[in-house]
Nanobody, 124 residues
């Protein structure tokens, strides 16, 4: 499955933003879609994930209460809604698709297909 991430931009601290991850080539059926981010000089880290079938979600502790991951069957798209954004949320955000088991859903290596990334900058 090919992924296209979009929706990044410049947001002021405390603001909100919604990222989108659209699939092409096939649907997300049977996949888990994960969001990861990578800030300059830092390792890629897990943000959130959703199982396309069933909708089970998982969030990084740093994003709990500030983000919601959802899916749109008709558009074959996964969204990451983020609010109360902080400067430390600045990063390139990637979406990925794979079939991880529950214990590996936070691991980048468990995902097979990756989008190109979209930049989020939180700054005043």
């Amino acid at each position: 499955v090919q992924l296209q991430a979009s929706g990044g931009g410049l947001v002021q601290p405390g603001g909100s933003l919604r990222l989108a991850c659209a699939a092409s080539g096939r649907t997300f059926s049977g996949y888990t879609v994960g969001w990861f981010r990578q800030a300059p000089g830092k390792e890629r880290e897990f943000v959130a994930s959703i199982r396309w079938s069933g909708g089970t979600t998982l969030y990084a502790d740093s994003m709990k209460g500030r983000s919601t991951v959802s899916r749109d069957y008709a558009k074959n798209t996964v969204y990451l809604q983020m609010s109360s954004l902080k400067a430390e949320d600045t990063a390139v955000y990637y979406c990925a698709a794979g079939r991880p088991i529950l214990s590996t859903m936070k691991h980048a290596g468990a995902y097979d297909s990756w989008g190109q990334g979209t930049q989020l900058t939180v700054s005043s």
